[in-house]
T-cell receptor
Framework: GQQLNQSPQSMFIQEGEDVSMNCTSS?????WLWYKQDPGEGPVLLIA?????ELTSNGRLTAQFGITRKDSFLNISASIPSDVGIYFC??????????FGTGTRLKVLA | GAVVSQHPSRVICKSGTSVKIECRSL??????MFWYRQFPKQSLMLMAT?????????EQGVEKDKFLINHASLTLSTLTVTSAHPEDSSFYIC???????????FGPGTRLTVT
């Protein structure tokens, strides 16, 4: 099935650093969701975005709905070891069926 | 709020047998539930969408006779893998949403191993 491209695929960062990742699509979406998945677990919803240009924060996480509606960005500030995991974006074009990104694996070095 | 459970968390079955996976929304009514499959180090692939009281809608390439989905109530959906084969081994995850929101909440997943 169709997938969204996430970048980077993986990243190693030092504790305390800020992290940026993005998700791009060839299609326009109405809603973007960002999830974090730990190994062997289901994804946990982090942030939901509903309007182009919207910027939403959840603690140290900030996500933006791209103005073109074809991309979204997630930033994590002052990373900590428990931020390690796989981050997925998911986009919906109004059908309630989400297309998931390829994922960004984050590893934090203490 | 928005808690989704799955049972069992892990299951091992023999080739040719069937296995049922349950997905429950614990603190909200889920008008729609989704079933995903995830291979190691890969993303989530939507298998089917089920609305309470109606037949599930399967994604292209997913065999509806092999992956039976029932959404009999607003809090329970089941996925039955019939005549399982080793290639059906995977991580199966359900998600649920209410009718008034676009947000989906995931269960913890079920690891299926077919021997």
């Amino acid at each position: 099935g169709q997938q969204l491209n996430q970048s980077p695929q993986s990243m190693f960062i030092q504790e305390g650093e800020d992290v940026s990742m993005n998700c791009t699509s060839s299609s326009i979406f109405n809603t973007w969701l960002w999830y974090k998945q730990d190994p062997g677990e289901g994804p946990v919803l982090l942030i939901a975005l509903y309007k182009a240009g919207e910027l939403t924060s959840n603690g140290r996480l900030t996500a933006q709905f791209g103005i073109t509606r074809k991309d979204s960005f997630l930033n994590i500030s002052a990373s900590i070891p428990s931020d390690v995991g796989i981050y997925f974006c998911a986009g919906d074009s109004g059908t309630y069926k989400y297309i998931f990104g390829t994922g960004t694996r984050l590893k934090v070095l203490a | 709020g928005a808690v989704v459970s799955q049972h069992p968390s892990r299951v091992i079955c023999k080739s040719g047998t069937s296995v049922k996976i349950e997905c429950r929304s614990l603190d909200f009514q889920a008008t729609t539930m989704f079933w995903y499959r995830q291979f190691p180090k890969q993303s989530l692939m939507l298998m089917a969408t089920s609305n309470e009281g109606s037949k599930a809608t399967y994604e292209q390439g997913v065999e509806k006779d092999k992956f039976l989905i029932n959404h009999a109530s607003l809090t329970l959906s089941t996925l039955t893998v019939t005549s399982a084969h080793p290639e059906d081994s995977s991580f199966y995850i359900c998600s649920a949403k209410t009718g008034v929101t676009y947000e989906q909440y995931f269960g913890p997943g079920t690891r299926l191993t077919v021997t």
